[in-house]
């Protein structure tokens, strides 16, 4: 680990005076000048690397990987990632809820440290960027902060969640609201979330541990792909995130009368899949009734008894409206079921709408960040644009802890959460080095003071 003490000057020319031997002239000997910290830059080949050998921890037949939260596969790509920490001279620790934490000291030990990374952990068959792109970058600034000999006035704490997939875990421990229910839960590795936190290092009897106040964080940062085709499409290199959905998942029963599909008349009928169609429909039509970017979707479904011959009787099916909005998300809900009150009736069926316990409430960015983010992109000629995240991220736990930003970077296609996930090479480092201008000038003051 460095020491703040042996710290070289920024900036100056070391010049060091040497007399030539039998002449009595002396010579100024310059010494290599250390790198101003505007001039720093990433190693992109460095990241790509690293990001193709993290590939290799779960990777499965279609290209992506199957790295689920808890498994073998996570345990051993923590393991290589809490390698890379230790090479770029980061204190490494986990702490009770299974996050890795590398740690940087700064100059100043009374100031609370700027913290930004993301996660590692994927969904089943998915791709090698999601997550894995804010972890290798926020590494690979400490690395190049600590080869360049730049030090901060904050410590810097590079954070890499655990269980992001399975309802951000990690980031739900550190607010606080990580609870029995939960840890009770089994999670796509097999194991319950307790037992999991204990595969990968945690302690989930000591929670109360791995939780962080308001105010001992000086900023939070993440940096991530889009997973949407917005920036890829547009031709623009990073993303301003403005602020993350707000997510409300109701499951929806549709219940009719299950009768013989060859003697009930159609107009006798109390057919529920018909219902359904007409209210997946009436989602359709609610949701894109008012301008903005809200979206709704109906995901899944199942019609009992599910035979050929015998009209569906119930009718099971779900919601999902997500905003950055929560007053718009409840707005167009009712919406929804004042027409599936219409359909009903129309119907002969009835509607049972039943509000599951994940909701995930929209978080804004800091506005200073995100003025600090394009500012930093404009000095690196870097093309921007502001724009929400459509999906969930640790980000909107930690806003309700610090002052919060995060960077997009494009997904070629839009595609996310499959083999088919691809970010390039420069794209990724772009990203990065938004990612570590944006450190260092929040590192210099540039927030102003708290609000």
Known sequence: ???PSLRRTLGVAVVVAAALP?????????????????ELRVDAERIERRILELSAFGRNLEGGVSRVAFSEADVAGRAYVMELMREAGLDVTVDAAGNIIGRLEGTDPSLPPIVFGSHI??????GNYDGDVGVIAAIECAQVLAESDVWTRHPLEVVVFSDEEGGLTGSRAMIGELGEAALGETTHSGLRRADGIRAIGGEPERLEEAKREPGEIAAFLELHIEQGALLYDEGIDIGVVEGIVGIEWWDVTIDGVANHAGTTPMKGRSDALLAAARYIQAVNEAVTSVPGRQVGTVGLISAEPGAHNV??????????IRDLSREKIWMLFDQIKARTDEIAEETGTTFTFTLLD????????DERIRQIIAGAA???GLAWKSMPSGAGHDAQDMARLAPTGMIFVPSRGGISHSPEEFTSRQ???NGANVLLQTVLRIDRGALGSPR
């Open 311 to 320: 009209i569906p009787g119930r009718v099971r099916t779900s919601l999902e």
């Open 358 to 365: 994940v909701s995930s409430v929209p978080a804004m960015t």
């Open 378 to 380: 404009d000095e690196l």
């Open 121 to 126: 952990d994927s969904v089943p068959f998915g």
């Open 427 to 429: 794209d990724m480092a």
């Open 22 to 38: 039998g002449t009595g002239v002396r010579c100024g000997l310059l010494a290599a000048q250390p790198a101003q910290p505007d």
């Open 1 to 3: 680990m460095r020491s």
